[in-house]
C-alpha cells in the first residue's frame, strides 16, 4: 500500500466492508506541508512499531526490552531503564539489573516493569532487581500475542492520534477558509485510518507466526 500521494480514495462500487482494506490509494493532487508533515512522522511511528513488535515476540532473551522500558521518577521525569542501572543476564533463565549507581531508583523501576508488556514479575534483592525469563510455553506465546495488542498497538495507536491532533490544529488556524481546514483534516484522518491499518497487520503477521511455532 502505497502512501506516497496525499489523500485516500476508495474506488467507485467498492463495499463497505472493503473501505478499509489496503485497497484503498492516495490521489495525488496535493502538496501540503500539514499533511507531509504528519505523513511522515507517521511512518517514523509504523517503524518504531516494526522495532518494538521485533523485540516483543523474539524467542530469545533481548535485553533490549528491558532497557528500553521507560521508567516514571518521583520528579516526575521519565529515563530509559539502562540509564537507570546496568542490565544483564544472570545465566540464561534470570536477567539482572543492578541499580547501584541509583538505588533511589529501584522502586519505579520494578513498578515499569511490572506495567510492561513482558508479564514478569520482578524480585527486588539489595541494589538489584532479578526477572525469570519465562519459557516460552503455548501459554506465553498467547500472553504475548495479547499483549502485543493490548500494548504496543494501543500506543502506537495513541501515537498516530497525537499526530493527527497536532496536524489538524494547526491546519486549523493557518489555513486560508474553513473549507481547506476541513479538506486537510479529513487528509488527515483518513491516512491515520490507513496507518492503523497497517500497524495492525504487521501486530497480525507477527502474532500468527509466534502461534504457528510449536511450544
Given amino acids: 500500500m502505497s502512501l506516497s500521494s496525499p489523500m485516500l480514495k476508495v474506488k467507485k462500487g467498492?463495499?463497505?466492508?472493503?473501505q478499509n482494506s489496503s485497497a484503498q490509494a492516495f490521489v495525488p493532487d496535493s502538496d501540503n506541508e500539514i499533511f507531509i508533515k504528519a505523513k511522515s512522522e507517521m511512518e517514523r511511528l509504523e517503524q518504531i512499531l516494526v522495532e518494538e513488535l521485533s523485540k516483543h515476540f523474539s524467542l530469545?532473551?533481548?535485553?533490549?526490552?528491558?532497557?528500553?522500558i521507560l521508567v516514571k521518577l518521583d520528579d516526575g521525569s521519565e529515563k530509559r531503564m539502562n540509564i537507570l542501572g546496568r542490565v544483564s543476564l544472570k545465566n540464561a533463565h534470570m536477567v539482572m539489573i543492578n541499580f547501584s549507581d541509583n538505588p533511589a531508583a529501584i522502586k519505579n523501576a520494578k513498578l515499569a516493569i511490572q506495567k510492561s508488556a513482558l508479564n514478569v514479575n520482578p524480585q527486588h534483592e539489595g541494589v538489584v532487581l532479578y526477572m525469570p525469563v519465562p519459557r516460552m510455553t503455548r501459554e506465553r506465546r498467547e500472553k504475548l500475542a495479547e499483549s502485543a495488542k493490548l500494548s504496543i498497538y494501543n500506543d502506537y495507536k495513541t501515537a498516530l492520534n497525537a499526530v493527527y491532533v497536532k496536524g489538524d490544529k494547526t491546519s486549523t488556524k493557518t489555513s486560508k477558509s474553513i473549507d481547506v481546514a476541513q479538506s486537510i483534516r479529513n487528509n488527515l484522518l483518513a491516512?491515520?485510518?490507513?496507518?492503523?491499518?497497517?500497524?495492525?497487520?504487521?501486530?497480525?503477521?507477527k502474532q500468527k507466526s509466534l502461534l504457528s511455532e510449536v511450544a
Wanted: avoid cysteine; charge should be neutral; glycine fraction near 4%.
Fill in 14 to 18: 467498492t463495499k463497505e466492508k472493503h
Fill in 60 to 68: 530469545q532473551v533481548d535485553l533490549r526490552v528491558y532497557e528500553d
Fill in 191 to 205: 491516512l491515520k485510518k490507513v496507518m492503523e491499518t497497517k500497524g495492525l497487520a504487521h501486530v497480525e503477521t
